[in-house]
């Protein structure tokens, strides 16, 4: 299922579009100049994907090297981030299920989804914030999630892109992406609840 | 029974505010403040925005591109070396059908050729043998190659 691609900003297309036209006219530094700009995403999904640095490295490897070889088919449809994104999701997709690694991508229905109320009424922001042991606990806390919501937080929070963009990353449904991101995060809030971080 | 689903989709909702809400605070910098549900969440989208514990090298962007135009150059030298041993192969090819017409115009008794050039090719038998040497040298010499090229 593909979502519907998003319109394209002007900004977008006219960079993407010149960007693109210089890698396919082979000008020096336009491909160092597209692979600096999308490294970071490419990485965000492949390593939170597989969290083996080693194999992530590999596999951005191999996402610029197959946009580099299927650049000529780009067709302007979508921005470039997407389209790139897409070949390093899809990559690091494919070797989980080499490996045979759940993604974590079933959700169960919403009605077993049961809120927690708020057990402590204070929380200390100050304190958790200057606590580095708590802020590793909850940096592993954050990485033992399954791998589809890891990515999803680290794409949603941190790269910033939003749930359409990330609808046409993924070919998620954004409602499906929505729902993992609330779940994961109502999960990550619990742990905060939890005495570690008192 | 409605109303419990009406009350479970209120509070999903509200906590997701509160979840968006954090995200944004966060993104502005707004100083935090509210629950202690809301601080949390803050607490959160802190951490989510921290950088990951491992990168990609900084001179990824250069050695990408060494590596694509290293790819690039090892296929063209192996199409290059390839185009050359085809057109060896060709000339061979045509050298045996030439001297195969020869043989069989000198059987049908055409008289321009002269005979004793072909009687003097066929009756040496190392003439033939080596023929057949040179053209199952470059089979041998192209197929490995192009073997091992596709399988890797």
Redesign the interface.
Known sequence: MSPRLAPLSPDHMTSDRALVEAVLDKRPGA???L??EY?GLC??IV??LVRQ?ED??NM??ET??RV?QNLHQYRHDCPLKHWIGRVAYSIALRHLQRRKIALGAELQS??A?V?PE?E????D?AA??DDAQA?HR??EA?DALAPLPRML??L???E?VSIPDIAQITALPPGTI?SH??RA??R??ER??SGD?Q | MMTGNND?ND??ER??RL?EQA?LDQ?LGVA?EG???A???????????????????SN???A??M??EA?AAERRRADKHFERRLRWGFFGGYGVFMLAGALVYRDDNVGWLDSRVIDGLVSNPWVPALLGCVVFAYVLRIRPRRWFASSK
């Open positions: 491909f160092e100049r692979v600096g490294q990485w965000h390593y939170r640095p992530a490295q951005c490897q610029f090297l580099h919403d009605e989804l809120l708020d402590a009424e204070y929380f922001y958790a914030c802020a909850l940096r954050v937080l680290t949603y929070h941190f910033d929505k991101l609330f995060r109502l990550l809030r905060l609840e971080f | 479970s509070l999903r906590e997701w979840q995200r993104k935090a629950s202690a549900r601080l949390r969440y803050r607490r959160l989208a802190r951490e989510l925005e921290q950088p990951l514990d491992a990168a990609l090298p990824f962007p250069h990408q591109v590596r694509i790819i």
